[in-house]
């Protein structure tokens, strides 16, 4: 009954036995493809073959890591670390991508789901502050502060060191910040 094993279960239509086998598969996900081995149960009289939900999972993960090496996108731990640096939770962080559930987003990091080029793409413009700005006030959405900052709302009062960096980052960014976080 187990669905992690069929180790020597019986195949009762024609009375041989399931044995661990590979097989190799291609898998495609989001217009991309990977050949991968799968583990399989196998009959060893007549060849038939079955999967387990995890035998299924497994090859999937596989073929996102391949995929992703090979198109150069995000790996699961470079999309975290993106996000957590941004202060950001899964939740604000799908918002920011046309507001995608959280799930996807988990789905992602976990490396069960795999991101499209052009949501690989998307993803890599929110390391660019204005742009995390603008995808916010679209969402509606409030964006913290990032790790270790300064709070704008007391930042924007005093420091002329970040009027310095205001001036470097570009247009208005005092006026920018005000409306986002006020
Ligand atoms: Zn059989």
Do not use: N
């Amino acid at each position: 009954m187990s669905e992690l094993s069929l180790e020597g279960h019986l195949h009762r239509r024609c009375g041989g036995h399931y044995t661990l086998a590979v097989e190799e598969v291609t898998i495609r996900l989001s217009g991309m493809s990977a050949r991968v081995d799968r583990a399989m149960f196998k009959c060893d009289k007549c060849g038939d073959r079955q999967h387990t939900v995890e035998q299924r999972e497994e090859a999937e993960r596989e073929a996102i890591l391949t995929m992703r090496s090979a198109h150069s996108l995000l790996t699961g731990k470079e999309i975290r670390h993106f996000r957590e640096s941004f202060g950001l939770t899964t939740t604000h962080f799908g918002e920011l991508l046309h507001g995608l559930p959280k799930g996807i987003v988990e789905g992602w990091e976990k490396g069960r789901y795999l991101q499209s080029p052009t949501v690989d793409a998307m993803i890599r413009t929110l390391a660019d502050r204005e742009e995390r700005e603008r995808r916010a006030i679209r969402a509606s959405l409030t964006l913290p502060p990032l790790p270790g900052e300064i709070p704008v709302a007391v930042a924007g009062l005093s420091a002329d060191a970040h009027a310095d960096e205001a001036v470097v980052g570009g247009a208005e960014p005092q006026s920018v910040d005000s409306s986002v976080y006020g």
